[in-house]
């Protein structure tokens, strides 16, 4: 994915917009609705803007909303899409299974839907689906976090939310790496559904059940920035390596802090920006440009190493 320099100083420089400004010049294009999880998360609001800012570039209106994992707010949402005349719609579809109807809906309307960052369990609906490679982040993450905790720990496992397919992906991604360390022990898991401080909650929890934890591996940064939170306060975090996923910038920083050992870069400002140009090629011939509904971005590992690479948001220079 990230081939060359040029798309990521451009996707660098998009970050710099806010999120929900309107376009500073009328747009004659029509409108292009984008539709995120939640803009309190750097990588959601990372997503709508650079889907925003991609817009714009190409002569649309464009707006921003957020369901919050709300099926029935992402459901009034599109109804607002299909009753704006929407010419294409730009979705981070709430739920694998739960999402399904409200993509039906649009496309009943003639809109057209290119899906970002999570899939659905229907093909043949959306015109696109732009996702990482889960499987491919997290047996590297993984890997990493063998390197660094040993070959021989107790862990315990923070994992995304259940209506998200990414959740199980990267769980089921980490285990096919770690099962193969008969000395690296699962002792507790549980969800905190990428949030920061559900990922603090239930870290407090897990430690008081398992206070002789080595690692803790996290389904993405927020939970595992909750987890440092809380390992802090109990004055543990000096014993314990935790790897998270995303690359969001705080995630860096802690990284840069010696406080997380790893994260795994979505590049959710590259998938972003191609659903947007992808809908544009949609709109104007009819084609997508792709061989098949659905494709994976590589994700790329962040350490001490490289962190100095990481140059914006969700942003790393090769």
Request: net charge negative.
């Amino acid at each position: 994915m990230f081939k060359t320099g040029k798309r990521l100083l451009i996707a660098a420089l998009a970050v710099s917009a806010p999120l929900l400004a309107g376009s500073a010049m009328a747009q004659d294009k029509g409108l292009i609705s984008i539709i995120v999880n939640d803009t309190s998360n750097p990588y959601w609001f990372t997503e709508g803007k650079i889907a925003r800012e991609t817009a714009e570039e190409l002569g649309y209106e464009a707006n921003v909303s957020a369901h919050k994992g709300d099926t029935n707010t992402e459901s009034r949402q599109i109804d607002t899409a299909i009753t704006n005349q929407a010419k294409a719609i730009i979705l981070d579809p709430a739920n694998a299974d739960g999402s399904v109807g409200a993509v039906r809906k649009a496309v009943d309307a003639g809109i057209p839907v290119f899906l970002v960052n999570a899939e659905i369990n229907e093909q043949g609906l959306a015109k696109a689906q732009l996702v990482s490679n889960n499987a491919q982040g997290a047996a590297m993450g993984a890997q990493q976090w063998v390197q660094t905790v040993g070959d021989s720990a107790n862990y315990v496992e923070l994992k995304g939310a259940p209506s998200d397919n990414n959740a199980a992906t990267r769980s089921n991604g980490y285990e096919t790496v770690l099962s193969q360390y008969p000395d690296l022990k699962k002792v507790g898991e549980d969800v905190a559904n990428w949030d920061r401080t559900q990922g603090f909650n239930k870290m407090q929890s897990l430690l008081q059940a398992n206070p002789d934890i080595q690692g803790v591996i996290s389904g993405n940064d927020e939970m595992a920035l909750g987890a440092i939170a809380a390992l802090k306060e109990a004055g543990k975090l000096k014993d314990i390596v935790v790897g998270g996923f995303d690359g969001s910038p705080d995630a860096v920083d802690a990284i840069k802090a010696g406080e997380l050992a790893y994260t795994v870069l979505q590049p959710v400002a590259i998938f972003s920006e191609d659903a947007v140009r992808m809908a544009d090629k949609f709109i104007t011939s009819g084609e997508t440009g792709l061989g098949g509904e659905k494709k994976l971005y590589d994700c790329i590992l962040i350490t001490p190493d490289n962190v100095d690479q990481y140059t914006s948001a969700f942003v790393m220079e090769q």
